[in-house]
């Protein structure tokens, strides 16, 4: 499992740093073309923004992953390796806890609104609102992947 958590994890870190490149290009486009040619592209920033959006969900999964997300890590530090131990497991409980309310509660956000078109591309809304199940599916299969990491551990190590 841990063999595909880090291929999983190279693809995704690839895919995301084309994605910036992508969002960079189009705002680059997005700039000489208003600047040079007073003229632009018919919904590029709307698609930007849904990049952006894409970008934004999985690079928050991926930080979950490397459990680089937003921490306090204080009282772990001064408690024995045992206790520890258990407060990081119930941390990363949490944080899985967290995306999965997430994933379950966004549907029906989604085939609630997600028919209604953006006003320049007229692509359904559906196609942004994705990200975010998209987003915390994926951190809440790194969850799991270092729970299970963490209940593998020898007690002694």
């Not at 595909?4 to 740093?17: G, M």
């Not at 009282?75 to 379950?104: D, F, M």
């Not at 609630?112 to 809304?125: A, F, K, L, V």
Request: a positive charge; one cysteine or more; hydrophobic letters at 50%.
């Amino acid at each position: 499992m841990q063999g595909f958590e880090r291929r999983l994890t190279a693809v995704l870190e690839t895919a995301l740093a084309a994605g910036m490149l992508g969002i960079l290009l189009i705002i680059v486009v997005l700039v000489a073309m208003r600047y040079l040619f007073h003229s632009g592209m018919v919904g590029a920033n709307e698609i930007a923004t849904v990049a952006f959006v894409y970008l934004s969900s999985i690079g928050s999964a991926v930080a979950v992953g490397r459990q680089e997300h937003i921490s306090v890590d204080v009282l772990p530090r001064r408690l024995e390796r045992r206790r520890a131990k258990v407060l990081r497991a119930g941390s990363v409980i949490l944080v899985g806890l967290l995306n999965a309310v997430i994933v379950t509660c966004c549907f029906r956000w989604i085939l609630t609104t997600g028919h209604t078109p953006m006003p320049t591309s007229q692509i359904p809304r559906y196609v942004a609102q994705a990200s975010i199940p998209l987003g915390c599916g994926i951190a809440l299969f790194y969850c799991c992947v270092q729970l299970a990491a963490m209940l593998r551990e020898e007690p002694g190590s």
